[in-house]
């Protein structure tokens, strides 16, 4: 706070002599050829000049990477959850596809199973572009309506990203409480059990060839999640439960130290 208003002070003694300049229609004098105060006060006004010119605000650096001697130290397994760790924490919609590769390569690793994969990387998807629309300074989309009876996964995916703010705001002041980061994980079960039901059926509701008959049968099935999920009586899947597991791993500032390492059974 002290340097910005030294910083404002000396720009407004640049200005105001400036002034003094052009109105006494004088040019800018020399430093050699000054003394004393006249010559402290052009000295700190080249600096200052020399400070804002050369500033052009603050930079926001965000490093989830492993240092690199730390990196070459670990196994393949470790260096995968690591860069899918960076790709999730990044959020960045436009890489959905290398992300895919990534969650490909942790299933040859055996850090998840295929379907849990498939969940992991739909969900990148729908947070990761809601995040941009809503959050990351992308153009917000015009919305005409989602069509009659499918379930709104852009609500699912915001109360997704609601959570991990949480978890990031929780960070900023030092370690993520435990009770915080489990009463998290519960709460994105919940979102990416009906994202995963929701997808599909939406989806299917959509295709043009599908008959009414088939239709009615989809939006019955809609209906019947949307009450279970209100009513808290929606079944959750495995794949959910890892997918939200591992998103709490990834935003948790513990594992940004070290990847969690597989316990073997005596």
Known sequence: MIQKLIILCLAIAVFVYALYLVARQKG?????QTTGLRRRFLLATALCVAFLGGCDGPKKIVCYECPPA????LSAKEKVWYAMRTAWLTMDPKKGKEFRQLVEEGVKEKLLDDATAGVLAAT????????????????????????SGTIIETQHADRILQKIDLLREAEKNGSIPTNVATKAEAAIIREITILELA???????????KTDEERKAIRAKLVKIKKEYTAEELPTSESAKKVAKLIVEFETKENKQAPP??????
């Open 28 to 32: 800018a004098p020399e430093l050699r």
């Open 70 to 73: 730390a990196l070459a130290a």
């Open 124 to 147: 990148y998807d729908a947070t990761a572009w809601h995040h941009w629309y809503t959050r990351g300074g992308g153009q917000t989309p015009v919305c005409y309506g989602a069509p």
């Open 199 to 209: 997808g599909e059926l939406n989806n299917s509701l959509c295709d043009a060839k």
């Open 261 to 266: 390492v597989e316990k073997k059974a005596p």
